[in-house]
Structure formats: C-alpha cells, structure tokens
C-alpha cells in the first residue's frame, strides 16, 4: 500500500506540465506577435512628424486671381471720396493747396490746440481721431477740386454735430486761413 501513495498518478504530471508551458508562455509576453518599431521606442519629440499628402502645401489654387473690374478706382491718398464741400459748412472748409502739406498744417494746428487729445493719426486715408471738449470724432483732411477740404465727421463718415467739431473747425480755418 505504501509504493501506491509516494507513486504521483498520471493527471497530476500532466498539470503541473500545463502549469510549467502556461508559465513560459506568460513570461515571453507578446514577443512572438510584436514588430520591432525604433520610430516608437524614441521620445515623441524627436519622432518625424506625419502629414498627410494632402495637406502638406496651403492650395493656391485662386491666390493671384484678380477681382473683376466694374470701371471704378481703389482709394487712394489722392482720391479720397469727399462730401460735397458747402461754402457755409460749419463743420467743413476748403484750403488751396497740396493735401500732404495741408495735413501736415493741420497734426500742427491740432498739436498746438489747448485741451485736445490726438488719439491716432492715418496719413493715408488723411485723418485724425481726436478727443475735444469731450466729444470724439474724425479731422479729415481731403483733396478736391478746388484744393484741400477739411472737415470734422463722427465714426460713420457722417458731418460731426455739436459744438466741440464746430469749434474746432473754426479754429482750423483760421490757422490754416481758409
């Protein structure tokens, strides 16, 4: 009875053998089934970056194309639209002369104003935004006709009202003698 009970019978053999294969197995890990990336194994910075074929260049396709023409000009510094200039416009004048030297004149006139506040100045379009007297509004300054126009319009284009663009402009008239 005693060789029966130190003899190991059949099943257990083959499960520890099952255990022992299931062990190997687990400690190869996926290996079998890996491919071996250097691209993946280096830091994220220095991997090259991928970029579809597709969106490697901006389309250029319409970039150079001219817009139709419909027979009228681009604003210019010597063809800045203008409201008709009315000799009794108390927010407007007229000045003989060369609309650069003009507008020069004016930044002058306009620095030498007490109580004024130039808050920009576009040479191109001709104007000064101003703060006067509380009231904030445009000194344009435009080529015509008849010479150079000065005038005092709010934000929208608009002949400016009130008495500050009124005063102002009488001020501009007579400093420039217009």
Avoid: H
Avoid at 8 to 37: E, N, Q, T
Avoid at 136 to 141: C, E, G, I, Q
């Amino acid at each position: 009875m005693r060789s029966k009970l130190l003899k190991p019978s059949f099943p257990v053999s083959r499960s520890i053998a099952l255990v022992l294969i299931v062990a190997v197995v687990a400690a190869s890990g996926c290996r079998w089934f890996r491919k071996d990336k250097d691209v993946y194994a280096q830091s994220p910075e220095s991997r090259p970056l991928e970029v579809p074929p597709d969106l490697d260049m901006p389309n250029t396709e319409g970039a150079m194309k001219m817009p139709p023409t419909d027979g009228t000009q681009s604003v210019t510094r010597s063809s800045m639209p203008a409201p008709a200039p009315s000799t009794g416009s108390a927010t407007g004048f007229t000045v003989p002369g060369e609309r650069d030297a003009i507008f020069a004149k004016v930044g002058e006139a306009l620095a030498a104003t007490s109580g004024l506040t130039v808050a920009s100045k576009a040479d191109i379009l001709g104007t000064y935004d101003v703060d006067y007297e509380g009231s904030k509004f445009l000194v344009r300054v435009t080529k015509v006709d008849a010479g150079v126009y000065v005038s005092a319009v709010d934000p929208r284009g608009l002949p400016a009202s009130g008495a500050a663009p009124t005063k102002l402009v009488a001020n501009l008239k007579i400093a420039l003698g217009g």
